[in-house]
């Protein structure tokens, strides 16, 4: 066991974990995130993805032991006061999700490419997003909804 | 049935999801993310070979591993773990293995569970599996399905054959159309005959959430949370396999993240789960990986077409006869055996064919079952028909969009019987073509292909059209019936008023990603003309909506939705009666509208809320009216629905390399009236990919020796956003006449029709190679040999975009000899 603390969503959090254990299962079991999940073994398919001190990572992809001492964000801890993010704001907007078991990831991902590339082109969302599979939306919308986050015109 | 002509405040509208708030804010209830107290959690030993005999299990390991509670082998709970249901057996005669939960002595395919691990962690379970030693001797496994049909290698040496059933359609004998022998001898006279085999490869339902099941046996009742399509379904089939009464049994199915078919099992794990927390007396938990999911959840298509159409010199389509064998894997699944059966009636699809024959031999290998599959059926039809069609076109050198519009059934000839027997209720291909080519730009982009094949450009340009309709809304009972599918095809509805003037909807159409707490509250806020906001829809939980047939073959809108329909009338119904007293008016004076009642020429009225209150106090309600505001509607459709559209797909292929990419996809379809614009072009746009994924990506691939080797989203290349294109997407509107909505569904449309758009513009790109077929899925690798064996294209291939899929052997134009890695 080894002792850990982290910023998760602006809380701080303490645990003994076992040095093998992963973010992801520290988020949703020890700390109670359930929000962030799990559609993978191999790190391809990105339902995992937060932010690790705002840059974002496939949290399946990282132990928890590596994330002492950092700051955590999921994508419950986006919303403030109530307010959506407006990444948030706008998958709902253009109806970026079905299922909404990519969702997370897609939004936390797609905060990041926004934040490298504030405006980018539909190209470039696509392959910034190249690592987050969604089975449900084929996409359209979520290239719609990040198209809208970032202020451009989108097409129907 | 008349179509609702009234004018709708809610209903056409785009209307944002009620159910995306708690989804973009991680305040999902997805099942695993549940925890009881005591929680025991559970691990699978799953057979690493295809066939093999069990010798001998040892688990003293694993039992004596810390934090482990039980190990459990086939054996330990033989009696009580019952056989698996098979809900469909098409034929009398059919041969169904017995399907225990846990293999008992033998394993039937890679993947399936033979030991089962609990302990009061999950990582505790998983690490005592890995100590559970199992003796296997391997047995000769039965993988390809061609020689699996010829009894080659036996998957259940004690049944003596893999055949399981065979089961025949031919319009001469049904009495709705002639004999296709006769036409096909005709036509090899003074005609024409298309000639071609098909493969359907096996495919992966890939939802997102990992199957999850919790069981918590604590309580008077025993309740499971299942990441399932089908929680009503599930509840019946678990207390009668399992022998406990179903009113103790209660299934919620939480928000489930996706389902494509792939959920609509009952399966192993489940029962398995249901019968560790019976016996251990507390809550089990078991959550799949996403390798346990590709290996040992359903699969879908997995069929050899073998196909011949006749026809006139002029085009004209004489008969179509069908010839399939279905891979049905190990076990026949809860439906597995019935998909190509729903496909049988749709391979005639828009066209007025006067003879049609169909046969299907379903065939037991050792590996996966299959189950439905986004479409289920129907996309294999009409892969086949709209390639053939296509085939037929280029015989006669002329446009593939001439030869459908020669065939197909002219708006006015509606309603239509179809030669397979069924009656179209409502259809106008013509409106969803012109619509489609216009949006397309079809014959600006047959100008570019004609000047890129006269230039020679390496990048060579192929327009493929889908023309497609479809049955969906499964199913009219007495239907299910006549082809022996074991339980109906109603749905149920309850419409409650609440004192608040709130509404509380019921529905038994669980929903898993379509949004119908959306849809259906548009439905009911119209019909008692409350606001959107008021209407608040439960499902998924058989002890809050008990009655129900649950979500799949695109028949939540349409059975579901008109079920709704007929319970809040009759809460209208029910309301005007209390409103004439209450008004001292005569009924027959009264007018209901934006969910009021008004006395007819004054300005006397009120509210439904008020009346849903005034029925809560019952201080003042006529006399023999009882109290309370609500009401119930099962709803049995009298026919299935029939949508129908047009896609057109523009594709450009790299001679050089083989790689194909996007260049434009168009799709008009007619769904009849729209409830939900949005949400039906996010269905149209999903469905659309997965259809894509058969043509151009997807495929389950075992080895010869029986192992899954696409087992991880490594190797089953389900697209990414960086492989896939936006869409232009419209659609016509042709109200369905067989119900009050005159909608249709939509929830397989996308997926149905874009496959064989995709592969005829494939083989149209590259088709003056002289190459007329390109095998699924179309890979760089694929379509690079074709047009190199062809002579036409480049040189070798560049490892980056012709990177093998997995597979090393090629399928190229010839169609009945190719080799496809275990699977020929
Ligand atoms: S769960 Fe992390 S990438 Fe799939
Ligand atoms: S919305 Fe279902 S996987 Fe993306």
Not at chain 2, 514 to 535: C, K, M, N, W, Y
Not at chain 2, 766 to 795: K, L, Y
Request: glycine share 10%.
């Amino acid at each position: 066991m080894t002792k850990i603390q982290m910023t998760v969503d602006g809380a701080t959090v303490s645990d003994d974990v076992e040095p093998r254990m992963l973010l992801v299962h520290y988020l949703r079991e020890k700390v109670g995130k359930t929000g962030t999940v799990i559609g993978c073994d191999t790190s391809n398919c990105g339902a995992c993805t937060v932010h690790l001190d705002g840059r974002s990572v496939k949290s399946c992809n990282v132990l928890a032991v590596q994330a002492d001492g950092h700051e955590v964000t999921t994508v419950e801890g986006l919303a403030k006061d109530g307010e959506l993010h407006p990444m948030q704001a706008a998958f709902h907007e253009c109806h970026a999700l079905q299922c909404g078991f990519c969702t997370p990831g897609m939004i936390m991902q797609s905060i990041d490419l926004l934040n490298d590339n504030p405006k980018p082109s539909e190209d470039e969302i696509r392959l910034g997003l190249e690592g987050n599979l969604c089975r449900c939306t084929g996409y359209h919308n979520i290239v719609r909804a990040v198209q809208t986050a970032s202020g451009q015109e989108v097409g129907s | 049935m008349t179509v609702t002509e009234q004018p709708a405040a809610e209903i056409g509208k785009d209307r944002r999801r009620k159910e995306d708030q708690r989804l973009i804010t991680g305040r999902t209830r997805w099942t695993d993310n549940l925890t009881l107290p005591g929680m025991l959690h559970m691990s699978m030993v799953r057979s690493p070979f295809a066939h093999a005999r069990i010798t001998s299990i040892d688990t003293t390991e694993a039992k004596a591993a810390p934090n482990v509670v039980a190990v459990i082998t086939g054996k330990d709970i033989a009696e009580e773990q019952g056989s698996l249901p098979n809900a469909w057996p098409i034929t009398p005669d059919q041969v169904t293995p017995a399907h225990p939960p846990v293999a008992i002595d033998r394993a039937t395919f890679a993947g399936e569970i033979v030991a089962v691990v609990v302990a009061r962690s999950a990582a505790a379970a998983r690490d005592a599996a890995e100590l559970v030693d199992v003796d296997y001797e391997e047995l000769p496994a039965a993988l390809d399905l061609k020689e699996s049909a010829e009894d080659t290698v036996l998957a259940h040496p004690d049944l003596g054959t893999n055949k399981s059933a065979l089961w025949v359609f031919d319009s001469a004998d049904a009495g709705t159309g002639g004999n296709v022998e006769e036409a096909i001898a005709k036509a090899r006279q003074d005609g024409i005959v298309i000639e071609r085999e098909y493969r359907q490869q096996r495919l992966i339902p890939a939802f997102m959430e990992p199957r999850s099941v919790v069981v918590d046996p604590t309580g008077e009742q025993i309740t499971m949370w299942s990441a399932t399509q089908v929680p009503h379904i599930l509840r019946f089939l678990l207390a009668a396999v399992l022998g406990v009464s179903e009113s103790k049994v209660r299934v919620i199915a939480p928000d489930v993240g996706g389902g494509f078919g792939g959920k609509l099992q009952t399966t192993p794990e489940e029962f398995i789960a249901m019968v560790m927390a019976r016996r251990l007396g507390k809550p089990v938990k078991f959550t799949e990986t996403r390798s346990e999911s590709m290996m040992a959840a359903h699969h879908g298509r997995d069929q050899w077409q073998r196909l011949t159409l006749s026809a006139e010199k002029d085009g004209t389509v004489t008969g179509f006869k069908v010839d399939l064998l279905a891979d049905l894997g190990s076990h026949v699944a809860l439906i597995g055996g019935g998909v190509p059966v729903l496909g049988a009636f749709m391979y005639n699809a828009i066209y007025k064919f006067p003879s049609y024959r169909f046969q299907v031999q379903t065939v037991l290998t050792n590996k996966a079952w299959t189950d439905a599959y986004r479409g289920a059926g129907r996309p294999e039809a009409t892969f086949a028909i709209e390639r053939m069609m296509t085939e037929l076109a280029v015989e006669l050198g002329v446009d593939p969009l001439e030869i459908r519009e020669k065939n197909w059934i002219k708006h006015e000839e509606f309603p239509f019987t179809s030669v397979a027997g069924l009656e179209y209720d409502s259809g106008n291909y013509e409106a969803a073509t012109a619509l489609a080519k216009e949006h397309f730009g079809y014959d600006e982009l047959r100008a570019e292909q004609a000047r890129r094949r006269e230039a020679k450009d390496p990048v060579q340009l192929g327009i493929g059209v889908s023309t497609f309709t479809e049955m969906c809304g499964l199913a009219p009972s007495r239907v299910l019936g006549s082809l022996d599918y074991g339980a109906g095809g109603w749905e149920h509805a309850s419409v409650r008023m609440l004192p608040t003037g709130k509404v509380e909807v019921l529905t038994g159409a669980s929903a898993h990603g379509q949004g119908h707490e959306t849809a259906f509250s548009q439905i009911v806020a119209d019909r008692l003309g409350v606001p959107f906001e008021d209407v608040e829809v439960l499902h998924g939980d058989t002890q809050v909506t008990p009655k129900g047939l649950d979500t799949y073959g695109s028949r939540s809108l349409v059975v579901g939705g008109e079920a709704l329909v007929r319970a809040a009338d009759k809460v209208v119904e029910k309301a005007k009666p209390i409103a004439a007293h209450l008004l001292e008016a005569s009924a027959d004076d009264l007018d209901f509208a934006g969910g009021r009642f008004t006395v007819r020429g004054t300005d006397q009225g009120m509210g439904i809320g008020e009346i849903a209150l005034a029925t809560f106090a019952a201080h003042n309600l006529p006399d023999g009216v009882e109290p309370s505001l609500d009401s119930d509607a099962t709803f049995d459709p009298v026919n299935f629905n029939y949508p129908h559209g047009t896609h057109l797909c523009a594709v450009e292929i790299d001679t050089e390399t083989g790689a194909v990419k996007m260049r434009k996809y168009t799709c008009v379809d007619d769904i009849g009236n729209v409830i939900n614009p949005l949400i039906v072009a996010g269905q149209v746009h999903g469905g659309l990919v997965q259809g894509i994924a058969q043509a151009l990506w997807e495929e389950a691939v075992y080895d010869e020796s029986g192992t899954l080797v696409s087992a991880s989203f490594v190797d089953y290349l389900v697209p990414t956003a960086a492989d896939t294109i936006s869409f232009d997407v419209d659609h016509t509107t042709t109200p369905a006449t067989t119900n009050t909505l005159g909608t249709k569904g939509v929830g397989e449309a996308g997926t149905i029709a874009s496959t064989p758009a995709v592969v005829n513009a494939v083989v149209d790109a590259i088709r003056h190679f002289g190459i007329n077929d390109i095998q699924m899925p179309c890979t760089p690798e694929r379509v690079w040999r074709a047009i190199h064996d062809s002579g036409g294209g480049g040189g070798e291939p560049t490892t980056e975009a012709a990177a093998p899929h997995f597979d090393p052997a090629s399928g190229n134009q010839g169609t009945a000899d190719r080799t496809d890695g275990a699977d020929s």
